[in-house]
């Protein structure tokens, strides 16, 4: 069974409405002043990413534009302005960027706006009719596109455009169609996911048994059904890789937070911390899942463990950081600055990013100090602190030094 079959039955019966063509879309909203806030620290990163020469990193460029663009529509900054951002990339992630705006909107109940910026992702996608930019990437945009349509309520247009995706982009649809199925459907369609994640490849595997975990979110007062649920996800995972699997065991103690249930998100951080304890990864990642375990500990209650985990990963950073190439120190000490942040300690996480803004300007070369600039910029969004000074000129001088050689 195909993930998009799966995303039929989730949805049910068709909408009338199909894709309907627009009379006077509204334009896109003017963005408002950007001197600060979240605007302002993606937009810095969003100039120097902009730096990097087309040739030969037209690639690395607009995959970062792209991440900006969706960083700052996830911080609620203005669409008009991830708009431009969006219509300055040069490649195929455009057309994403612009896509990624419509989903945005719709979630916000922008209906009309969202109807304008479908239009536009739409015509953009027509467009990528190069031998380059076909398969993953023109499907990557599509599923941006029907999971707009879902959003807006029009399942037919959404369920027929995953029909002619892989479930490896298609997958995000199942998810969402999970949050949306008719309660008393959840446990059969449960079932025929749990099937998918036996019989299908590992992607499949994973974007089923992540729609059970928004299942298990939404029946949490069902004892029987929940249990059932995470049983499921346990017998059925066989094909999902570690990491994977970790982050499955996140959103299902997540839902357990959100519901009132500490004890249970407890128990399933245990499983966590025990399968980063007792498998090898690579030695950036060692400090990564640690951090992942603290951050989820200060969600479930557990601050003085959570502290305790994260003091654990920092002292591991110390130990293995110069056996991790400086391009991957980053990759460690990011997630560990958001999970201090997260656990009220924000100076430390400061202290972090400015650490990480170091590690990167090691390299000489301003592609991978771009790299790093746009990911901590995206960090420290995410996480919410408010940039001291001495990180607000390290990532000043850090954007104003990128050049040749690149």
Known sequence: MKLFLVLTLLFGAASPAGARELLNPEPPSVHEDVASGPSALLGRAYKAASKLPEVPHLKTRGRLQEDLVEALLEAGGPVGLAREWADGISNWRGALGVAA??????????????????????ALEAELTDSTEQG???????ARIALAYAILGDKATAAGIQARIDATEGGMLSVYAASILDPELIEAQAEQLFELAAAGTSDE????????????????GDEELREKLFAGLLEHWGQVPLVPRIELLDLFARGDVENGAPALAVAKIDRIEEMVRTNKVLLEDQVALRARVALLRGLAGQGEAGVAMADEALAKYDEVRESIN?????????????AYASLGQRMIASDLYERA??????????????????????SITRSGIEPTRALELALERMANGVGEPW
């Open 205 to 220: 595997a994973r974007f089923a048994l992540e729609a059970v975990s928004v299942f298990y979110g939404r029946v949490h």
């Open 136 to 142: 993953w990437r023109r499907n990557r945009v599509r």
């Open 357 to 378: 803004l170091a590690e990167a300007v090691i390299n000489p070369n301003s592609r991978p100090r771009v790299e790093d600039l746009v990911k901590v910029s995206i």
């Open 326 to 338: 400086s391009i991957w120190r980053g990759r460690a000490l990011r997630p560990l600055a958001e």
């Open 101 to 122: 705006i419509s989903v945005h909107l719709a979630k916000e109940g922008e209906e009309q706006a969202a109807k304008a910026a479908l239009e536009a992702a739409r």
